[in-house]
């Protein structure tokens, strides 16, 4: 059975290849396969026609150049000239063609890649490892076009040539000399194109296999050769750790490859080669031998082994494209299950089977109702039966340190995962009840790693509310309210400079630079309906002072506003109206500023530790 299902696995997996062809065009597709057939036909006429050429050359030299036999073989070279021009026509435009074929196709499977890594309402799948890594190989087979699956669909077409060739030099070699002879040389070819074929095969599944081995080496050649770490690692004298890393990781991953082409490369081909050498052995003797053969069939069936041989290498336009192009498409295909994977719905309460057009507004109440969530793969709950209320239209500010869960709170409420129990209700509706896109209009959020825009600075505001990027006036005032006027105004271009300095005109901003950028983002979302705004660390690239300052001006921007400030730092957010402090996804205390301080717990132990630190900056 495992005999049978290779051959099962290959036709399944030309078929594929097969079915992404139209993707290209019927009629491009139909005149490659055209060109592929012709470009098969040529080289057997030229070797035909060359044989007889050689064959007419006794009889024309002894009867002279007005002869028949002259005219006879001047007719036959015009035919051998004109098929090897034709060659020198047809290969280029095979490759032209095929090009055109696989960026065709290639479009539209990235088209597809894209659609698939935007069409998940919550960003599991992009923080899945095996999701990413499907996810890069696609995005990279796909921009350098080398490896990709409309190469396999040209490559797939070329291999018509090849196999119209073999098909006719094996037709030749049975009607001039032996059938049997043809049917050893064809199975000569044919062992060696399923040994180079199969190794190709086993060689990219070892070679996928060990795609994180790979990406560690790429990692450290990066690191060792780009700007980003070249003041460290000449300061603290890594270049020898770094060298050695190096060596090591790429050993990692390329002495399985090295022993796997051993395996099925090196004695696999001993014994095709013994084959072959016994059947040309067997072919050249018995040709030699025969005295019925003319001298136009002896070199017509000698150059037509010699061609079928030739034909037994490996096929620089098709073999690697057919062999790897695919394992592309299917990364695409993995990534876009993993997209597609439906979410289980809250065991808190089932999903409504209708969806309310619009929120009421204003919503009066933000509950978290017995939440219970654990990212996926992952059986350690990061909150177990959470239960927070939010003031509608004041500010609540989430402190804890790093790993309190704060960041996983603003990714629920803003629907990026669902709940693994429980309900996020808003005025006692579950939020899942809602479309996802109402509910996300209702929120301006600025996470801690917020997007820099590689687009004019006026944009980047904007972003906040993309409907509203006519407002030149809201992002001029979102700018000034963060205290970034100045400084757009100071840049080449103004509001309409790109930040991003390989562009033209562009120009780079500072870690709190942009830090200001994103928060004018959030304001400008609040400035055009978004009433309730998360900010997720927000002033992390801020000094102290800066950061205490900003608390301030941001409590009067935001007056009647529903705000959610994320923070580590106990000692800026005292003015919230109300403070939650995470511990390990627990709520351990909650209240004003001055309740949890006379509380003498948690906040206030943390509180003045952070206070001390920071006596002589932070504003009484």
């Known amino acids: 059975m495992r005999a049978l299902s290779k051959p099962r696995e290959l036709v399944a997996a030309r078929w594929l290849i097969a079915r992404q062809a139209p993707r290209g065009g019927r009629g491009l597709v139909l005149l490659l396969v055209l060109v592929n057939l012709v470009l098969g036909v040529l080289p057997v006429v ?26 006879s073989l001047v007719a036959v070279f015009v035919v051998a000239a004109a098929a090897f021009v034709g060659q020198q026509i047809f290969a280029p435009l095979q490759s032209t063609l095929g090009e055109l074929l696989a960026r065709r196709i ?8 894209m659609g698939a890594a935007l069409r998940s309402q919550g960003i599991a799948p992009l923080e899945d490892q095996e999701a990413v890594d499907a996810l890069r190989t696609a995005a990279r087979e796909l921009e350098f076009g080398v490896q990709s699956p409309g190469q396999a669909c040209a490559g797939l077409l070329a291999l018509l040539a090849r196999y119209t060739q073999l098909t006719g030099y094996a037709v030749v070699v049975g009607l001039m000399f032996s059938w049997l002879a043809a049917a050893g040389l064809t199975v000569a070819v044919l062992l060696f194109r399923y040994g180079q074929r199969g190794g190709l095969r086993k060689y990219v599944k070892v070679r996928f296999a060990l795609g994180p081995a790979e990406r560690k080496g790429d990692y450290f050649r990066d690191l060792a050769t780009q700007p ?21 990781s790429y050993l990692t991953w390329l002495k399985p490859m090295w ?22 052995a067997a072919v050249f ?107 509608i239209g004041r500010c609540t500010a989430i402190v804890g340190l790093n790993g309190a869960g ?35 209009a209702k929120l301006g959020v600025i996470f801690q790693e ?20 006519d407002d030149r006036a809201g992002i001029r005032a979102a700018a000034d309210a963060v205290g970034l006027t100045e400084t757009l105004d100071a840049l080449p271009l103004g509001l309409d400079t790109p930040l991003a300095r390989h562009l033209t005109g562009g120009a780079e901003l500072s870690g709190g630079q942009w830090q200001r950028v994103a928060l ?101």
């Not at 290639?106 to 890649?113: N, S």
């Not at 690692?233 to 050695?244: A, C, E, N, P």
């Open 46 to 71: 030229f070797v035909a026609a060359t044989s007889v050429v050689l064959g007419r050359v006794p009889s024309a030299v002894r009867d002279g150049l007005d002869s028949a036999a002259w005219d």
């Open 106 to 113: 290639d479009g539209q499977v990235y088209d597809e890649l």
């Open 228 to 248: 980003a770490a070249g003041k460290e690692i000449r300061v603290f004298g890594l270049t020898g750790h770094l060298r050695d890393r190096l060596r090591d």
């Open 259 to 280: 022993a796997e082409r051993r395996r099925v490369y090196l004695w696999p081909f001993v014994g095709f080669a013994l084959w072959t050498l016994a059947v040309m």
């Open 285 to 391: 003797g018995a040709a030699g031998a025969a005295g019925t053969l003319t001298l136009t069939q002896f070199v017509l069936v000698m150059q037509a082994c010699l061609g079928a041989l030739r034909l037994s290498e490996y096929y620089p336009e098709a073999d690697l494209q057919t062999a790897v192009g695919m394992e592309a498409y299917d990364r695409v295909l993995r990534f876009a299950r993993h997209v597609e994977t439906p979410s289980a719905p809250s065991p808190g309460g089932a999903i409504r089977p209708w969806l309310p057009s619009r929120i009421p507004d204003p919503v009066w109440t933000i509950q978290f109702d017995d939440v219970t969530f654990a990212y996926p793969g992952q059986s350690r709950p990061i909150f177990e039966n959470l239960n927070l209320t939010f003031p």
């Open 406 to 440: 704060k960041t996983t709170l603003v990714k629920l409420l803003a629907r990026l995962y669902e709940p693994t129990s429980g309900a996020i209700r808003a005025d006692g509706v579950d939020i899942a009840s809602y479309p996802i896109e109402v509910w996300r």
């Open 450 to 469: 917020f997007a820099k825009y590689e687009a004019p600075a006026a944009d980047n505001i904007a972003f906040g509310a993309v409907a509203a990027m």
């Open 520 to 620: 004018a983002r959030a304001l400008f979302a609040l400035r055009h309906g978004s009433p309730i705004v998360v900010l997720d660390e927000p002033t992390a690239s801020l000094d102290v002072r800066a950061e205490a300052q900003f608390f301030e001006t941001f409590a009067a921007l935001t007056q009647g506003a529903t705000t959610l400030l994320i923070s580590h730092r106990f000692s800026t957010v005292r003015q919230a109206e109300l403070i939650v402090v995470l511990e390990h996804g627990r709520i351990i205390e909650q209240g004003a500023h001055e309740h949890l301080l006379a509380l003498e717990g948690r906040y206030a132990t943390l509180f003045r530790l952070q206070a001390d630190r920071f006596t002589s900056e932070v504003p009484a």
